[in-house]
């Protein structure tokens, strides 16, 4: 992983304001310019010139461990995080800090992402999903939200998903309804439309280059006014959520992903002591784990080595940790949908938290 063989030649220059970055000229020239030694393996790194804008670069610059001092630990990370294993457990188990793993988590989120988005390049739409909404908490429980997910229900392929931060419901004491009261004066209501704007942003991108659609939900009020604004028609199934989620339930492939996603997240348990201080950071541990239900974990335990991906058709073969680190993405050559892009710049702001920090690093893609 991350290593290049003799002969290795770069895809494009890394420049974001060359021609050759995004391919809109042909017959890129570069220069070998020699080479630098470090310490760990591939001791020996070839240095490269873009002969068009002058940009000097090396083969580490396309290693999706570009700049990282310990990179041997991103496969650890990415295994833990969809081990069910928080960041101090992992912190102590790889020997290093917490903010490391921190930041380390945040930075395959955002490779999953463009990962993601990468893989769907050309596919058409599904002409069927089924989405709901995953309710759990950031920083305390009178922060909840809800993580908007949609599935594919022949394939199991997670789609995508978004965020919804909600208002703290359900039995409370008289002091907690106080400190509700007092948090809002404070730092102001939630947004009572975010649930019916979270999943119309859903909406939007998976019905793309589509007029109609079937989508299966539950009854929640705000999925028909989320259906009602998009452009798409949606011939919408609903089932109740009083009814036995087993496998003759229609919403059974979104009720397996939110059974995934809590076994496999040790801060979506539901008596936890490791629950996300951000849904920031809860977006881009989802975000690694789409892409592990995707291409890495088998569609059935102990059915034929078949991934969701392969029956999506993304894939011809189980994917490895190797694989979804085996190759730098750009931000600037993957176009992410909104909602997307603010998770991968950090802009999504947990109001009780006085600092909320966000991706500015350079190097840190």
Not at 17 to 39: D, I, M, Q, S
Not at 188 to 213: C, M, S, W, Y
């Amino acid at each position: 992983m991350n290593t290049r063989r003799p002969g290795w030649q770069p895809p494009h220059c890394p420049n974001p304001n060359c021609n050759h970055h995004h391919g809109l000229a042909e017959g890129w020239r570069y220069k070998r310019r020699g080479f630098f030694l470090r310490r760990i393996r591939p001791y020996r790194i070839q240095r490269f010139t873009c002969l068009t804008c002058g940009r000097n670069f090396s083969s580490q610059t396309f290693s999706t461990t570009y700049w990282q001092k310990r990179p041997e630990l991103d496969p650890k990370i990415l295994l833990n995080t969809v081990g069910c294993m928080a960041n101090r457990q992992g912190a102590r188990a790889l020997l290093a800090a917490p903010s490391t793993i921190d930041r380390h988590i945040a930075r395959l989120g955002r490779h999953c992402m463009l990962l993601h988005m990468k893989l769907l390049e050309g596919m058409p739409s599904p002409a069927e999903i089924v989405f709901d909404g995953f309710e759990s908490f950031e920083l305390s429980q009178y922060y909840p939200f809800h993580h908007n997910i949609a599935v594919e229900p022949d394939n199991g392929f997670f789609l995508y998903h978004t965020d919804s931060p909600l208002r703290r419901k359900g039995r409370m004491t008289e002091v907690q309804k106080k400190r509700r009261e007092e948090l809002e004066t404070e730092l102001g209501r939630p947004d009572p439309k975010a649930v019916q704007n979270g999943i119309r942003d859903l909406l939007e991108f998976v019905t793309r280059g589509r007029t109609v659609i079937t989508g299966r939900s539950d009854e929640h009020p705000a999925y028909k006014r989320a259906i009602a604004e998009i452009r798409c028609r949606v011939r919408h199934h609903v089932t109740s959520s009083k009814d036995h989620r087993d496998k003759h339930n229609p919403l059974w492939e979104v009720n397996l992903a939110d059974l995934m996603i809590r076994h496999s997240t040790a801060a979506h348990k539901r008596e936890t002591i490791a629950w996300v201080k951000r849904r920031q950071s809860s977006a881009e541990r989802l975000s690694i784990f789409m892409v592990w239900r995707n291409l890495m974990k088998r569609r059935w335990e102990k059915g034929p080595a078949v991934s969701s991906g392969m029956l999506k058709g993304v894939t011809d073969r189980l994917w490895k940790v190797s694989d979804i680190l085996g190759e730098r993405i750009f931000r600037t050559r993957v176009e992410l949908p909104e909602v997307w892009a603010r998770y991968y710049e950090r802009s999504v702001s947990t109001v009780g938290l006085g600092s909320n920090r966000r991706h500015t690093l350079k190097y840190a893609y």
